[in-house]
Structures are given as structure tokens and as C-alpha cells.
Nanobody
Framework: QVQLVESGGALVQAGGSLRLSCTAS????????YGWYRQVPGNQRELVAV???????YYADSAKGRFTISSDNAKNSVYLQMNSLKPEDTARYYC?????????????WGRGTQVTVSS
């Protein structure tokens, strides 16, 4: 069973920075992509950024220019560097990892880490 452990969430003032980390364990096949999502209570979970095994990255418009996603395949880890944080970035941030092929595809979620940005 794949397990993800996130860390790095905190209370920070607007304009500040945080670095979220997520480490995966228990995989039986290669990882295809890592993603960071966020969710505010009462709202749907939304994609923040994705990085694929080949290095391709995608950012939501809200993250472009401020957030950077990176991964360390040797450590099965993904990071999200968040700069110039805004109060509207306040949310619980979740790590997602998917891997495998065809019928063996899998996807796993972490429990999340809380980011609170004060104005």
C-alpha cells in the first residue's frame, strides 16, 4: 500500500514563503507523476501543480510565477516551493502520486498539510 507523508505547512504572513514536502513509500511500480492539490472547506479540491516523470510540469494559473514544483526521484519525493504567498492561498494542501500502467495504474493521496496565510 502506497503511503504519502506531507510536511511543511504552517502559518505565514502574506508575502512569505513555504516549502512543502511529500515522500512516498510502498510503491510496487514506477511513479508517473506527482501532484499538489489544495482544498478549502466547502470547496472542491483543486490542482495546484503537477510534475511528470519526464520532467514536464503544469501549474494552475493561481500558482504560475509564484510556486515551483520539483521532485527527487531517488527519494520518491516531491516539493512545492511557494513564494509571495497570499491569503487566498490558505488551504489544506494534498500530495498525490500516481503510477503503474494499464490495469495496474494506481493513485494515492496524502492526508494533507495546512497552509494558512495571514494578511
Amino acid at each position: 500500500q502506497v503511503q504519502l507523508v506531507e510536511s511543511g505547512g504552517a502559518l505565514v504572513q502574506a508575502g512569505g514563503s513555504l516549502r512543502l514536502s511529500c515522500t512516498a513509500s510502498g510503491m510496487k511500480s514506477t511513479i508517473n507523476a506527482y501532484g499538489w492539490y489544495r482544498q478549502v472547506p466547502g470547496n472542491q479540491r483543486e490542482l495546484v501543480a503537477v510534475i511528470r516523470s519526464g520532467g514536464d510540469v503544469y501549474y494552475a494559473d493561481s500558482a504560475k510565477g509564484r510556486f515551483t514544483i520539483s521532485s527527487d526521484n531517488a527519494k520518491n519525493s516531491v516539493y512545492l516551493q511557494m513564494n509571495s504567498l497570499k491569503p487566498e492561498d490558505t488551504a489544506r494542501y494534498y500530495c498525490n502520486v500516481n503510477g503503474g500502467k494499464g490495469r495496474e495504474e494506481w493513485s494515492s493521496w496524502g492526508r494533507g498539510t495546512q497552509v494558512t496565510v495571514s494578511s
